[in-house]
């Protein structure tokens, strides 16, 4: 899987729309963005994933720019119950019967300020 | 039930004690996973299941750990002789599996069991 490069902590105002980037230049072609966080003491939460389109869902949007080597999630209206790490992970999708681990980095802590 | 059940939700133990933690896995989902996250640090993967079968024991980091899943469903890890390095939240995770491309390879957590051996 290829290596995700993120900032380790970013803070935003309640509201506002907040921007997390990821870059991943290694990315090969099939190999596909996910984005998850993880709320304190709770388990990941699966957020969006996507190839090379952008991608949105009720959660957030997924801008992957057009080389593929960089990517940004977007919670575009940020409440204090984002508050979490966000990992950014890529891999192959499943393409047998069988599935893959995920390769967790560190993240980006976002702090949502009231 | 709903989403990803995990139990206990905290276990505290003695060192050199052996501990079962269990995990039922959404209905449905043929692949399970383990993983640990010791105190903060990243997500450390253990094992995967495919149906009952282990695929992938790579991340089991002693042959202490073993787990097993059986009818396709509920898994069980067991850590044998637990020692203080041992202490860490274990997640288990649940996914479609199969065909389903870009679906099946989304993993769902449940909340952990918080281990701690004194």
């Known amino acids: 899987d290829a290596k995700t490069t993120q900032p380790p902590s970013m803070d935003c105002a309640e509201g506002r729309a907040a921007n997390l980037p990821c870059n991943h230049s290694?990315?090969?072609?099939?190999?596909?963005v996910y984005w998850y966080r993880q709320i304190h003491s709770q388990g990941p939460q699966y957020i969006i994933h996507?190839?090379?389109n952008n991608e949105t869902n009720e959660m957030a949007s997924l801008i992957i720019t057009e080389d593929r080597k960089s990517s940004t999630l977007i919670l575009p209206h940020a409440t204090l119950r984002d508050t979490a790490v966000y990992y950014c992970?890529?891999?192959?999708?499943?393409?047998?019967?069988?599935?893959?681990?995920?390769?967790f980095g560190q993240g980006t802590r976002l702090t949502i300020n009231p | 039930g709903a989403g990803v059940s995990q139990s206990p939700s905290n276990k505290v133990t003695e060192k050199g004690k052996d501990v079962e933690l269990r995990c039922d896995p959404i209905?449905?989902?043929?692949?399970l996973y383990w993983y640990r996250q010791s105190l903060g640090q990243g997500l450390e993967f253990l094992i995967y299941?495919?149906?009952?079968?282990?695929?992938?024991k790579s991340g089991l980091p002693s042959d202490r750990f073993s787990a097993e899943r059986t009818g396709g469903s509920v898994s069980t890890l067991t850590i044998q002789r637990t020692q203080q390095e041992d202490s860490a939240v274990y997640l288990c995770?649940?996914?479609?599996?199969?065909?389903?491309?870009?679906?099946?390879?989304?993993?769902?957590f449940g909340a952990g069991t918080r281990l701690s051996v004194l």
């Open positions: 992970i890529v891999r192959v999708p499943v393409i047998i019967q069988g599935a893959q681990k995920l390769v």
């Open positions: 995770a649940s996914s479609r599996g199969g065909r389903h491309l870009q679906r099946g390879n989304i993993q769902y």
């Open positions: 996507g190839l090379k």
């Open positions: 209905s449905g989902h043929t692949a």
């Open positions: 299941f495919q149906g009952n079968s282990a695929p992938d």
């Open positions: 290694t990315i090969s072609g099939n190999e596909y």
